[in-house]
C-alpha cells in the first residue's frame, strides 16, 4: 500500500517540476523578449528624440517596452484616419456595410470647417479593403454618415477605446463629445472633431482588434480588415512602416487640434503580419503619420522580430 501511494506522488512531483521549469523559461523568454524590445525602443527615440513608443503583447497585454509612457498616457490628441479600420470592422461584422460597395473619391473633401482632402493616387471606385489601404476619407465619410451617434460610439468603446487602459498611473481617459448631427458623426470617425484619445488607449483598442480578427479569420469582416491593414503597410498610406524589414499591418493617422494648427502623427501597427504577436505604436506630437511609421520601421528593424 505504501508503495502504491508513494509511486504518484514520485509522479505528481515531476510533473510539478515540470510544470515548474516550463513556466521559469516561458518567463526568462519573456524577460529577454522585453530587453530587446526595449533596446530597439531606446535606439528609435534616439533619432526622434520627441517620439512616444509603445510595444504590447498582443496575447498578454505585457506592455514590452516603451519610451516616455507618462507623457504618451497623458496626452490627449485628436486621433485622425487611425480609427477608420475600427470603424470599418465594426461596420462589417454588424451587417451595415458591404465591403464590395464601391465609393468613388472626389479627392476634394470638406465637412464643416476642415478641408479633409485625398493624398492617396488617383483611383476608380475603391472597395473596403482599397479604401483602408489608401485611407480614402471619401470612403470613409461616406461609411460613418450610415452610422448613428449611438452606432459610433459602440464602435469605440467595443474595442476599449473610450476607456482607462491601466498601463500607467495617472493616465487620461479618451475625450468623446456625443455628436448630434451626421457632419459630426463623420468628423469623428474621421478622427479630426469630438474626439481625443492617448497612444495607450490605441494601442490597446489595436490589441483587441488583433484578438478579433484572430478569434474570426473566415469572416468578411476579419479578411477585408485584415488584407486592408497589410497593404496599408506595405504599398499603401502607411507603407514606409514596412522599412523595418518585418513584415507588419498597421495605420496611419495624421491630425491636428481641432482648432487648427500643426499636424501630429500616429502609428499603430500588428506584427508580424502573418501571425501579429505585438501591437506597435508611436505617437509624434509634431509630424506626420509617415513619420511616425518610419519610427515604427526603426523599432522592427531592430527588434526580436527581424530575422538575421
Not at 190 to 203: K, M, S
Amino acid at each position: 500500500m505504501w508503495q502504491r501511494a508513494w509511486i504518484p506522488l514520485v509522479v505528481l512531483t515531476v510533473a510539478g517540476a515540470s510544470d515548474w521549469a516550463q513556466t521559469t523559461n516561458a518567463r526568462q523568454g519573456r524577460a529577454q523578449q522585453a530587453v530587446h524590445w526595449q533596446r530597439a525602443v531606446e535606439e528609435a527615440v534616439n533619432k526622434s528624440s520627441d517620439a512616444r513608443v509603445l510595444v504590447l503583447e498582443i496575447g498578454t497585454g505585457h506592455l514590452l517596452a516603451r519610451a516616455r509612457l507618462a507623457e504618451a498616457s497623458r496626452t490627449l490628441a485628436t486621433p485622425g484616419s487611425t480609427l477608420k479600420p475600427l470603424i470599418l470592422y465594426f461596420a462589417l461584422a454588424s451587417g451595415r456595410w458591404d465591403p464590395e460597395h464601391r465609393v468613388a473619391c472626389n479627392r476634394q473633401m470638406h465637412i464643416g470647417s476642415h478641408e479633409l482632402d485625398c493624398s492617396h493616387p488617383v483611383s476608380g471606385p475603391m472597395t473596403a479593403e482599397q479604401a483602408l489601404a489608401w485611407s480614402c476619407n471619401s470612403y470613409f465619410a461616406e461609411l460613418a454618415g450610415t452610422l448613428t451617434a449611438a452606432e459610433l460610439r459602440q464602435a469605440l468603446s467595443e474595442r476599449g477605446l473610450l476607456a482607462a487602459t491601466g498601463l500607467a498611473p495617472l493616465e487620461e481617459v479618451a475625450a468623446f463629445r456625443e455628436p448630434r448631427r451626421r457632419e459630426q458623426i463623420q468628423l469623428a470617425a474621421l478622427g479630426v472633431e469630438g474626439i481625443r484619445v492617448t497612444l495607450p488607449e490605441l494601442a490597446e483598442a489595436y490589441r483587441s482588434l488583433a484578438i478579433e480578427l484572430a478569434a474570426h479569420p473566415e469572416t468578411a469582416a476579419s479578411k477585408t480588415v485584415t488584407a486592408g491593414l497589410r497593404d496599408s503597410a506595405s504599398f499603401g498610406m502607411a507603407g514606409a512602416a514596412s522599412l523595418g524589414g518585418v513584415p507588419i499591418a498597421g495605420k496611419t493617422g495624421t491630425a491636428s487640434a481641432e482648432s487648427g494648427g500643426a499636424t501630429h502623427g500616429w502609428f499603430i501597427g500588428l506584427a508580424p503580419a502573418e501571425a501579429p504577436r505585438v501591437v506597435v505604436a508611436v505617437y509624434l506630437p509634431s509630424g506626420r503619420g509617415s513619420d511616425a511609421a518610419q519610427v515604427a520601421a526603426t523599432v522592427l528593424a531592430r527588434s526580436p522580430l527581424r530575422k538575421p
